[in-house]
């Protein structure tokens, strides 16, 4: 049996499979399983053409997807010092972040531009949840003030898209730090009379929601995003009762006035042109 197995079958695939073929034509659903063309998937900006699943997607997609056509230009964020509590898990800080940073290309969990919405100024901060579960250091307490402050300064609107787990444990306190800190890029916003909406994507928990996620003019979600501070099996064990299968469920928190609206990707670039439209003009008047 090994020897058909290790031998014989791979000179028949040899001959029957095309070496053109690339590799990743292909891109599974995590939800559903189905397989999907891997360009088709990239054309639905991360989004599952059979069950509607949306995958987390990388900062220069959404940025793709939410600014008008080559409208937006990124804005540079400083990069806070890399251990200052000396942190080590199964890997040292800097091993950790030196290994993220060159798998994904980016340098922490937060991205910012400045571009149109339907030739509306704005601002979009958004988070990268393959940057160490988009968690929330001082580098992205930093970028949020930035882009409060660049909304300012171009008297435009602000849109934060979280995709957290929350605080990052390897900064410890400087970490918890970065809740109120999110809190004043808010009300610099909000002192300048300027919009400032959220757009939940799955997942934002911890102290992500316990901050700036939950304080938008406009709250709006991705289908099937969870969201919420703690999880379903803590919450569960400490109220010993079973919670509802649909529970911290965008489409939950909607239900239950939690959040005013759940759009799909396909649909956020015209409903955000047609919001910042009516709330810019408020704004000016």
């Not at 600014?67 to 080590?88: I, R």
């Not at 999880?231 to 064990?237: D, L, P, T």
Request: glycine fraction near 8%; hydrophobic fraction near 40%.
């Amino acid at each position: 049996m090994n020897w058909i197995t290790n031998s014989v079958l791979p000179k028949i695939k040899a001959l029957v499979q095309s070496n053109d073929v690339p590799d990743n034509l292909w891109v599974k659903c995590p939800s559903c399983n189905q397989m999907l063309f891997h360009q088709e998937y990239e054309q639905a900006f991360h989004c599952c053409t059979t069950c509607g699943h949306h995958a987390p997607l990388p900062p220069e997609l959404r940025f793709k997807l939410l600014f008008d056509a080559d409208s937006y230009q990124e804005v540079e964020l400083d990069v806070s010092a890399d251990d200052p509590l000396k942190f080590k898990d199964s890997k040292r800080y800097p091993e950790r972040l030196k290994a993220t940073r060159a798998k994904t290309g980016t340098q922490d969990a937060i991205a910012v531009a400045t571009g149109t919405i339907q030739s509306i100024r704005t601002v979009v901060a958004t988070f990268d949840f393959r940057f160490m579960g988009g968690s929330m250091g001082r580098t992205v307490g930093d970028g949020l003030l930035k882009a409060a402050k660049t909304a300012v300064a171009e008297k435009a609107a602000l849109i934060v898209v979280p995709s957290s787990g929350g605080a990052r444990m390897q900064e410890g306190i400087l970490s918890l730090m970065q809740l109120p800190r999110s809190i004043i890029a808010v009300e610099q916003l909000k002192s300048a009379g300027l919009p400032y909406i959220v757009l939940l994507t799955h997942p934002t928990t911890g102290g992500v929601t316990a901050s700036f996620a939950m304080l938008g003019d406009i709250q709006m979600a991705e289908p099937g995003a969870i969201i919420g501070f703690a999880g379903r099996r803590v919450i569960e064990e400490t109220v010993r009762e079973k919670l509802p299968d649909d529970f911290q469920t965008a489409e939950y928190l909607e239900d239950h006035g939690m959040i005013d609206m759940v759009i799909p990707r396909n649909q956020q670039h015209e409903k955000l042109g047609s919001i910042l439209s009516m709330l810019m003009h408020k704004a000016e008047t």
